[in-house]
Structure formats: structure tokens, C-alpha cells
């Protein structure tokens, strides 16, 4: 899912407004969205089910365990790195069922504000088919 991230973060970041320059780190820094999965135990990153409750909770610690790695670096590419949420949510992993656009759409209305910055949001709504048009474009790749 690499490539679609970093083209929707370039995407998102020109529209808010940075300079090519940082919009071109930001799509460098995408695929290291999900760098604190290497501290996840294989048995329950490659688990080819349904994640018990337990091995669901450590799942959701790979978001911290990236933050950590990453928040100390001086280095403009490291502190850009971020989890992609609308790609993390509209996908299927073998732990868990994509959601449906709609309600992904519902939980950033839902967040704006609180977990996500109101004008990203707004910006990716009001964007919203440029965003799904690259989603549509990468979705057969690995």
C-alpha cells in the first residue's frame, strides 16, 4: 500500500498549502507510516485469522511503538512519518474487515477536532473524489 499513501500525503499536504518541498518529504516519509509494526510479534502481525482481543490490543500499540521510534529525530523526513488513517481503515488486513467509505467519512466528521485537525479534514472531504480516484487507481497493487 506504499505508494498509494505517499501519493494521497503529497495530495493532502498541497492542499493545505506546504511548499513542494515539504509535500515532497511528507510522500517520502508515508511509507514509514506503519514503522512500529517491527515491534509487533510475527505470530500476531502475520496471524492469517481474526486477532484474538489480547492480540488486538498489542496490534493497536504499533501507531506508539512508531511515534517513539521516530520522535526524537532531527531529521525533516522522521518527524513527517505518520499512520495513514483512511488508508488503515479502508483496508483489509487478515486481523480485521475494511470499512466502508461512509463510515470512515462518519468518524472523521466525528473527530474533527479532537483526534484529526479540522481543516485536514475539511480539505479531504471537500477533495474527497481526487483522494478516492488514487485510491481507485492503486488498489490492485500488493
Known sequence: MGE???TRSKELALLYGLEPKEADILHMASPMHDIGKVGIPDAILNAPRKLTK???EVMKTHAQLGFDMLKHSNKPILKAAMTD???ALGSERV????WELEKILELFKEQSG??????????????????TAIRDKF???P
Open 4 to 6: 498509494i499513501e505517499e
Open 54 to 56: 489480547e492480540e488486538f
Open 85 to 87: 488513517v483512511f488508508d
Open 95 to 98: 486481523y480485521k474487515k475494511a
Open 114 to 131: 479532537k483526534h484529526f485537525d479540522p481543516q485536514l479534514v475539511q480539505l479531504f472531504l471537500h477533495n474527497l473524489d481526487t483522494f
Open 139 to 141: 488498489k490492485d497493487l
